[in-house]
């Protein structure tokens, strides 16, 4: 039960920083790749930023038997860089400049009734199902 | 309310400080990583793992409950059959490259950089070069 809830309000709290942040809004995306054109590099810093962040609680977290919940930490072990990895990535990069969204604010946008939000994330769920149908 | 103005450095780092205490807290109190895509991608193929819809509830609610403060950026004024199209077709690949290359700008982004893990640099700055090429053919292309 303390899980359940310490996940809907961490879901929440990433919720709200993506909207404080400008990352929901998809020409904020758009101007921070337009390196070429009309660069806005403000969104560096939710990258930056959120990054220390979460490497200090990180730090906390490596010190620890056993979560705050009781339960078992999950760190992921795979360091491979393979083709699923470069190529995966590239086409995530490719969408996401598309439409100025990636998955966490599409999701937000999506709550906040965005129909084209909506729409991408119908798509963005349709893209994983083919990509899991084509194995690996 | 926030209004077109808000993207400045220090609301980006703002938003940025609880993007990173979200990330650290689903560590602290779920030992998870907070990897939107790869939450999402599991829990709509039947995960039966509360947390990852509780967190994905989450960030929906957020959305939800923002409405009122944020106005027409995250609701679409005008939206065209153009950006459907756009959307379909950057859903699918954004659904489809994520679900491959096992995460996204939270899992390989945030939570990768901060495990100083090399295989999510690689990601990131593929994923950025990737972005970064598209936006600029669509300048070129006039579809900015």
Redesign the interface.
Known sequence: MVAIAAALAMGLLFGVGLIISGMTDPANVKGFLDVFGQWRPQLMAVLGVGMMVTWLLYVLARRMTRTLAGTQFHWPHSTAIDKPLVLGAALFGAGWALAGYCPGPALVAAGALNPVAMVFVVAMLAGGLIQRAMGK | M?DAA????R????????????????????????G??GI??RA??GSRE???W??????????????TF?AA????SN?TLY??L?????????????????G???G????G???????SL???L???????????V??LTGT?
Not at chain 2, 6 to 9: A, G, K, P
Not at chain 2, 86 to 102: K, Q
Request: glycine fraction near 14%; include cysteine; aromatic fraction near 8%.
């Open positions: 926030l808000w993207i400045s450095w609301n980006a780092a703002t938003g940025g400080a609880l993007i990173g205490l979200a990330s650290g807290g689903l560590m602290l109190f779920n030992g998870r990583i907070a939107i895509s999402f991608h709509v193929e509360g947390w990852r509780a967190f994905l509830l989450g960030l929906v609610a957020s959305g939800l409950g923002m409405r944020v950026e995250i609701i679409a939206p950006s459907y756009t959307a379909i077709a950057a859903g699918l690949l954004v659904g489809f490259g994520t679900r491959m290359g096992s996204c700008t939270s390989h982004g945030i939570c950089q901060a495990r100083l893990s090399l295989r690689v990601a990131v593929v994923f950025l070069a990737s972005g970064i090429a598209v936006t600029a669509m300048r900015l």
